[in-house]
């Protein structure tokens, strides 16, 4: 990919990336300084992700990686797609701004670096999504992340509950969801969620993922070890809704018409992954899940709030950056990858988010449109 | 006695709640909550994240955020909980919050007003 045509592309991306960040909002936590980590994990990954890319691209096309990630419980999906706009041009974004604002403060051969970057990005994107879009925005705010035989063969799965059993299902898979939350220093890394899948008249399947749950196994960061273990490492829910309109968005959420679904619930599936096979799961799992949850929440937070600020800074930016693992995981080259911040991360950017929350550059996603037009957010690479 | 209103915001699902407030500021506040007991408590929190209160969300009555909107983490999570939570709100009470018995009222169209019981 051209400078030239890499810059076609980051006005869309601008807008994607700043629609993304205004309507979440910046988060925050008593538990994690959440938007100073962020923006540290932005930062390093300006620094890493080239390197990263071009490993992965050694051993496979993004084509293939975006065609073989649609499927039940990927770790590729719509928001890990969307770190590598997300991530490293916004790291890229702070480091332009932090120079007047010029891009060709960008040095040469990061500029040919970004286009690299974007040009793997637009290839796995279009081959994910389908009708080759690049986003969940750009393609109506559904996240169709199977392809019709795996809808099929999940409809074959789906058993009958009243509204009752799905609140109960529900509270259980919420109650993973909030472990995850803490397993990854409040980011949603661990959470996705695809749909709508149409399948009869006011009917459709909408999924719950979550990976990366810690069972006992190699555990997925340094402090995921609890002495709570779930009964798998992974757990999909397929809701079969009635009467709901589905929404997505590039961070894997979904909203719903009604906002509380529940009694819309008419049947459900669960499911796990091990390698290649996905596999249903009786519903008496949920039980062995919920007791986990509970335990590994309170235990996870014990071993945080333990912990000073400046560990958890670099645990989130670190969990953040770890998002690449999902890239490197799928030519098996993730061991060989150093995964701990930049040198440059550390003397630089930890120091300057212990005491700042924010980064001067965040303010240009929240623009006019006026103001945007001609200045997309993420800037353009300069062309000599 | 009577309720007396003193805070308005988005509500993250239509349900009302009753409790007693407990103001959280620190993780250690949380920690405390959870040692003591997180049923029939509604917590009052600056932070619209989820880990915050991971380790009591699913055990509190309600949550009241002072800050984020329907579409943040713990917006969300209250929502899939079926436990309202009270978001983005200015709570108009210069009075000691903590241990007051209070509501969370939905309103429909996802707007919620928070009730204190006054002496």
């Known amino acids: 990919m051209s400078i030239a045509e890499a810059n076609k592309l980051i006005p869309h991306i601008s807008r994607v990336v700043d629609y993304q960040v205004t309507s979440r909002g910046l988060l925050e936590s008593q538990l994690f300084p959440v938007t100073a980590y962020i923006c540290v994990s932005f930062y390093n990954s300006y620094d890493i992700l080239f390197n990263i890319l071009k490993k992965v ?34 790291g890229r ?15 040469k051969e990061k500029r040919e670096q970004t286009a690299f970057i974007l040009d793997f990005w637009k290839r796995l994107a279009s081959s994910y999504f389908p009708g080759g879009k690049l986003t969940v925005y750009d393609s109506n705010w559904e996240n169709l992340a199977l392809n019709q035989s795996d809808i099929d063969w999940v409809k074959e799965q789906i058993i009958d509950i009243t509204p009752e059993e799905g609140a109960k299902i529900k509270r259980v898979m919420t109650n993973l969801e909030v472990y995850a939350f803490l397993d990854e220093c409040e980011a949603r890394a661990k959470l996705c969620d695809h749909g709508p899948y149409k399948i009869g008249k006011d009917e459709i399947l909408v999924f719950s993922e979550i990976l990366h749950i810690y069972d006992g196994g190699k555990p997925h960061f340094p402090w995921s070890a609890t002495e709570a273990k779930a009964p798998y490492s992974n757990i999909a829910c397929a809701y ?81 950056c770890y998002g690449y693992a999902r890239y490197t995981n799928f030519v098996g080259i993730t061991d060989k990858i150093d995964w701990n911040l930049t040198e440059r991360t550390m003397k630089k950017y930890v120091p300057y988010f212990m005491e700042n929350d924010f980064d001067p550059a965040i303010p240009r996603l929240f623009r006019s449109e006026e103001e945007k037009k001609d200045d997309p957010s993420l800037y353009y690479i300069a062309q000599d | 006695m009577s309720y007396k209103k003193i805070a308005e915001g988005m509500i993250s699902c239509e349900k009302n709640a009753e409790g007693q407030l407990v103001v ?3 993780v250690q506040d949380v920690v405390s909550l959870l040692k003591s007991g997180p049923q029939g408590k509604i917590p009052v929190v600056q932070d619209a994240g989820t880990t915050t209160l991971a380790p009591v969300l699913s055990r509190v009555s309600g949550v009241v955020c002072l800050s984020g909107g329907l579409g943040a983490h713990l917006a969300i999570v209250t929502r899939e909980f079926g436990i309202p939570g009270l978001m983005g709100t200015e709570i108009r009470y210069n009075g000691e919050l903590n241990g007051k018995k209070a509501k969370i009222v939905a309103l429909g169209g996802s707007k919620g007003e928070l009730y204190i019981l006054e002496e």
């Open chain 2, 24 to 26: 959280i500021k620190t």
């Open chain 1, 57 to 90: 691209s050694e051993k496979t096309t993004p084509e293939r990686m975006g065609r073989e990630s649609r499927k039940i419980l990927s770790e590729l999906h719509a928001m890990t797609i969307f770190y590598i706009p997300l991530y490293y041009m916004c």
């Open chain 1, 240 to 320: 079969r809704l009635k009467g709901v309109k589905a929404k997505f968005d590039d961070f894997s959420t979904m909203t719903t018409e009604p906002v509380d679904y529940t009694e819309k619930i008419t049947g459900v599936a669960l499911f796990t992954r091990k390698g290649d096979k996905v596999e249903p799961l009786d519903l008496d799992v949920l039980e062995a899940f919920n007791e986990f949850a509970q335990s590994a929440q309170a235990e996870l937070y014990m071993r945080f709030s333990e912990w000073d600020k400046r560990q958890r800074l670099i645990a989130g930016a670190f969990a953040y």
């Open chain 1, 93 to 107: 974004m702070g480091e332009i701004f932090a120079n007047k604002g010029d891009p060709r403060s960008e040095p």
